[in-house]
T-cell receptor
């Protein structure tokens, strides 16, 4: 089975702190994604990566950056956390090629609270 | 509009049928999807339909697609308490040079005795 693992399930951080959310996938997938999930807004794409060291902005990249130094690992970075970044963050991965929803796999999510 | 739209809540009695509706925006979407999210978990693909189909049935699940109205629905027959979850519809949209999976806001299904 494909596994997408988000190492931190629950985090509480202070305003202004630097936050790292880590995601690892074990299926040698080329594409990796970070989404943010908020009630009433669904999932919104923050950043995605289609190869090592490559990244593309999604729909809401402001306040975030990403790092993809190894194929299996995609990190989301909040340089200076703010309270409006309190949310659930979902990582996903898929095989290379035209993205189709039946080949995308999600992690279990990281709940981040910024106080 | 630009959004994939769903109603936010649905409450049904155990054993009844549930119908979750969705309107999407991109008439060129080749696939449309339903995902399920159980409490505290990530998203799991529940089912999908190819755009040249009107209906797809998979055990208790029936997906109906009306391309003219850009309307997608998910029917769950004999709804059980284990079906309580958030259900997301999603479409593939080509934007900024890439295919992206665009989600609706999610419909929270509550099943009561």
């Amino acid at each position: 089975d494909v596994k997408v693992t988000q190492s931190s399930r629950y985090l509480v951080k202070r305003t202004g702190e630097k936050v790292f959310l880590e995601c690892v996938q074990d299926m040698d997938h080329e594409n990796m994604f970070w989404y943010r999930q908020d009630p009433g807004l669904g999932l919104r794409l923050i950043y995605f990566s289609y190869d090592v060291k490559m990244k593309e902005k999604g729909d809401i990249p402001e306040g975030y950056s990403v790092s993809r130094e190894k194929k299996e690992r995609f990190s989301l970075i909040l340089e200076s956390a703010s309270t409006n970044q309190t949310s659930m963050y979902l990582c996903a991965s898929s095989q290379f090629g035209a993205i189709s929803g039946n080949t995308i796999y999600f992690g279990e999510g990281s709940w981040l609270t910024v106080v | 509009g630009e959004d994939v739209e769903q109603s936010l809540f649905l409450s049904v009695r155990e054993g009844d049928s549930s119908v979750i509706n969705c309107t999407y925006t991109d008439s060129s979407s080749t696939y449309l999807y339903w995902y399920k999210q159980e409490p505290g978990a990530g998203l799991q693909l529940l089912t999908y339909i190819f755009s040249n189909m009107d209906m797809k049935q998979d055990q208790r699940l029936t997906v109906l697609l009306n391309k003219k109205d850009k309307h997608l629905s998910l029917r769950i027959a004999d709804t059980q308490t284990g079906d309580s979850a958030i259900y997301f519809c999603a479409e593939i949209r080509f934007s900024g040079g890439y295919n992206k999976l665009i989600f609706g806001a999610g419909t929270r299904l509550a099943v009561h005795p």
